[in-house]
């Protein structure tokens, strides 16, 4: 409905505009000229030359109602603002031109027909329209239309396109097809009898209804009834009625509406009825208005209030038995929701400890076999040693260090089952309090003081902080001693090199009895908010994914809570992730025991924190250096990288593996990541469990990057679980090995897994490097590194100064890991593969070609055709010439 402005041609050149036939010119001012189309409206403004098309719009209710223009006029008051536009099709358009919208007139609203041929104006104001149908005359104000036909002497129906004038004294003119029509409008006068309208008949399922049958609605003649009420089964009814003029009464017209079903009045022309049907059961007024034979409006009519009665199962009584049968049924439908939600909660709990219990175990089984594969391990190599008949130094050293491992681990194994069975007393109301009356000051301190050496190991400051020079109360002192174990040990776990962690100990009053407080605090990673609320449920771990920095079963807290709240205390934590965390414990002050002066001997011997503390930070293991890559090739050892984050697990391999392979260690997967790529060694030994990056993450990225992916893997690990390992195996993993694992099936599968890169050494080694052939599957990645090493070398042959740093700045990668990936590949050093591959486009070249031998040296990049005879004649075990013969 709004105006597109767009560019036309010259219209002075006599040129079509868009194609259209032009019906109609009309000027609207100096500078507006509007043109009828036969496809829209056209607007031209003289003063910029511009034209703007205005047309139908199936996406616009507003727009002009059909394309075919047949006449434009202005409206006799409103000439600047409003246009009358006749359409061939669409009725008669009102035009606003502030808003650029359309309104429609058409035949449903009393227009004679929609082809408009004509419009003029008269001096009341009146428009008059010439149709296909007659001579119509509308007033703008009040919408309604008086229509002419040739029995109101015109010269026809039906009236021809442009035939239409008005002289200066107010004549109008109209042309058709059988002549034309010259009058004067105030001649025209209206029959201004206003007739009375009347209802004559009602009909049920087209049948006039008899006042006098049984069943019937009507009471006395439809005329007379003022109020109609039916039943629900009369769904078909109808109404006839009459304008009571008798002049032309072919000519009366009649309106009527169905008020509270359809306020519109339906203009039905000389029709003298109206049916209903499926009209729902309420309340409505039924009105009809009419004319006289000259169109003159009664608008007052008539009406009739018609009741429907609804169906039994619709009043009001049944809906209030359905509000009741619906109240109740809704009642039982929540008790059975009720019971529902209570019997899915109850599943869902079940669900939940299932789900705890099945974590616990598999931690457990994860905690329990990592210190039985050192135990197992170490115990196997005691076993197979000759220290039985003759002990020398270092068997002695590797004995101690092994009974060490053993002793450590056998702890830790220990401390898992101590805390298993103290949550199972807990469980069973068997747990009670060996109450003494100590110095506890005197005895924490000597607590956080165990932790000394474990802090010192990871570069953290460890402080004891007491308020009080000392304080006696009663205390279970194995429980304390669990508590604090669990508090520091994650203190020094969690607290990164460099930070520090504070036992801060005070007396205070709190409701009138006196606590002692103990903060344990460290700045170390923090716990996230959300977390916060099950730091002290069961079996939960704040990190329970592969990467999480430190092992655990999610038993520690819950269980410190526990004895906390069984020695009549509390505990509580605060934290910000990233900033740190205080663990704050208050336990009653009371003296009722027996006094008993702390002299160490009542520390459990097997206690916790020796497991991780003193002797770990004591006793250093010393793992294998980093190598150097050798581009000599005279280092035999094959190189193997272990990735594990715990050391004791790394310190046993590395044991075992030492006299067989040149050992490299990471101790997280990000830094074996690193350290593959940097070194490239010839297998990798990695844990799942890791921080940072886990043991599936160094595969992945290992095997995806061209540089590392012919590195063989395998995953040594404690997740025992089928999926893992098939998670494993799809990430690229060449073996899996769970623990406790045999060193023997270590040994066999290492040894497999570097015959089988000698087999591929033997692949690449054959010829020249293969181009990558169309097959059921893809190139592998080295099958695309060697075809790049190819092309490298190709490219640059002729050039006697190629080198490995040439083919390292072509293929985007280190000498040293170019080194190795060919060395792991072929079993030959760059600087050889350039030369064989040389040696063998000569041989091609003396093949196919008529060059002599030296032109043929200089071709493949030698500078001195006696060194390429040498050189060719050591490769092929004949001499160039010989080659032609």
């Known amino acids: 409905g709004k105006f597109h402005g767009q560019d036309f041609l010259d219209v002075s050149g006599g040129k079509k505009i868009m194609g259209a036939n032009l019906p109609c010119l009309f000027r609207q001012n100096e500078n507006t000229f509007w043109i009828g189309t036969d496809k829209g409206l056209l607007k031209y403004e003289v003063d910029r030359n511009r034209f703007s098309f205005l047309t139908t719009d199936p996406q616009d209710e507003r727009s002009l109602s059909h394309p075919v223009v047949k006449c434009i006029y202005p409206d006799p008051k409103q000439p600047e603002r409003i246009l009358w536009i006749g359409t061939g099709g669409g009725g008669l358009n009102r035009l606003d031109l502030q808003s650029g919208k359309f309104s429609y007139f058409k035949k449903k609203d009393g227009l004679p027909d929609d082809v408009v041929y004509g419009i003029l104006d008269d001096e009341a104001g009146n428009l008059w329209i010439s149709t296909n149908q007659g001579l119509s005359r509308f007033n703008p104000e009040t919408g309604i239309f008086k229509n002419y036909t040739a029995k109101d002497g015109l010269q026809d129906n039906e009236f021809n396109s442009g035939a239409f004038f008005k002289s200066k004294d107010g004549m109008l003119f109209f042309g058709g097809i059988g002549g034309f029509n010259a009058f004067l409008p105030s001649a025209v006068k209206d029959n201004e009898y206003v007739p009375p309208i009347v209802i004559t008949d009602f009909k049920l399922a087209n049948q006039s209804v008899d006042i006098t049958a049984e069943d019937s609605p009507l009471k006395t003649d439809i005329s007379q009834t003022e109020e109609l009420v039916l039943n629900w089964k009369h769904n078909i009814f109808s109404f006839e009625f009459a304008s009571l003029d008798y002049t032309e009464p072919g ?86 929701q009720l019971n529902r939600r209570l019997e899915q909660a109850e599943a869902e709990r079940l669900k939940e400890m299932d789900s705890l219990k099945t974590r616990l175990y598999t931690n457990i089984t994860h905690e329990f076999r990592t210190p039985l594969t050192v135990i197992m391990g170490m115990t196997e190599k005691l076993a197979v040693g000759k220290w039985q008949s003759a002990v020398s130094e270092q068997d002695k050293r590797m004995l101690g260090h092994g009974f060490s491992l053993i002793q450590r681990n056998g702890k830790n194994l220990l401390r898992l089952v101590n805390q298993l069975l103290d949550l199972s007393k807990l469980d069973s109301g068997k747990m009670t309090l060996d109450l003494v009356q100590t110095d506890v000051v005197n005895y924490l301190q000597y607590l956080t ?174 793992l294998a250096a980093d190598w150097q890559t050798d581009e000599s090739g005279t280092d035999e050892r094959n190189r193997l990288l272990i990735i594990e984050d715990n050391r004791d697990v790394t310190a046993y391999l590395v044991s075992i593996l030492e006299n067989h392979y040149h050992i490299m260690t990471a101790e997280d997967g990000q830094v074996g990541i690193e350290k593959a790529l940097e070194h490239v060694p010839d297998i990798i030994i990695s844990d799942v469990m890791m921080p940072r990056k886990d043991g599936f993450e160094v595969c992945r990225a290992l095997k995806l990057d061209e540089r590392t992916s012919h590195i063989p893997i395998v995953l040594l690990t404690a997740k025992a679980d089928d999926e893992a390992k098939i998670t494993g195996l799809k990430t690229g993993a060449d073996a899996y090995l769970m623990k406790p694992f045999n060193r023997e099936e270590l040994f066999v599968r290492l040894e497999k897994l570097i015959e089988l890169r000698n087999q591929l050494q033997k692949k690449y080694a054959q010829a020249d490097p293969p181009e990558p052939q169309p097959s059921a599957s893809e190139p592998t990645l080295d099958d695309l590194f060697m075809q790049k090493f190819k092309q490298a070398i190709e490219k640059k042959m002729e050039l006697s100064s190629l080198g490995v740093d040439d083919l390292c700045e072509e293929l985007s990668i280190s000498r040293t890991q170019l080194f190795r990936k060919t060395k792991a590949l072929t079993g030959e050093s760059p600087v050889r593969l350039i030369q064989q591959m040389r040696l063998r486009k000569a041989k091609e070249l003396l093949r196919t070609t008529e060059l002599n031998v030296s032109e043929i040296a200089y071709e493949v990049g030698f500078t001195d055709p006696a060194y390429f005879s040498r050189a060719f004649n050591k490769e092929f075990g004949m001499s160039p010439s010989a080659i032609r013969k």
């Open 449 to 622: 003081e165990s932790f000394h050496s474990m802090a010192e190991d990871k570069n953290i400051r460890l402080t004891f902080y007491s308020e009080e020079p000392e304080l006696t109360m009663d205390c279970d002192e194995a429980k304390l001693q669990h508590i604090m174990y669990n508090l520091l040990s994650n203190a020094v776990k969690f607290t990164p090199s460099g930070g520090k962690v504070v036992v801060h100990l005070r007396q205070i009053l709190q409701d009138g009895q006196p606590y002692l407080k103990v903060v344990v605090q460290d700045n170390g990673i923090g716990i996230p908010l959300d977390k916060l609320p099950h730091v002290f449920d069961r079996f939960y771990q704040v990190d329970s994914s592969t990467t999480r920095k430190g092992e655990g079963t999610g038993i520690g807290l819950a269980l410190t809570k526990e004895l906390v709240e069984i020695m009549g205390g509390s505990i509580s934590v605060k934290s910000r992730e990233g900033t740190g965390t205080d663990f704050t414990v208050l336990l009653p002050v009371r003296r009722s025991s027996v006094a008993r002066q702390f002299d160490g001997s009542t520390v459990e011997r097997n206690a916790p924190f020796e497991i991780s503390g003193q002797n770990v930070a004591n006793e250093k293991i010393t």
């Open 251 to 336: 000519k009366n017209q009649y309106a009527y509406r169905l008020e509270g079903f359809d306020d519109e009045w339906q203009y039905i022309g000389t029709q003298r009825s109206a049916t209903f049907t499926n009209i729902d059961p309420g309340k409505y007024t039924f009105r009809v208005k009419g004319t006289n034979h000259d169109g003159t409006w009664n608008e007052e009519g008539t009406s009739l209030k018609i009741t429907i009665l609804p169906p039994w199962w619709k009043t009001w009584w049944a809906y209030l038995g359905y509000a009741i049968l619906l109240g109740a049924a809704g009642y039982v439908f929540y008790k059975f």
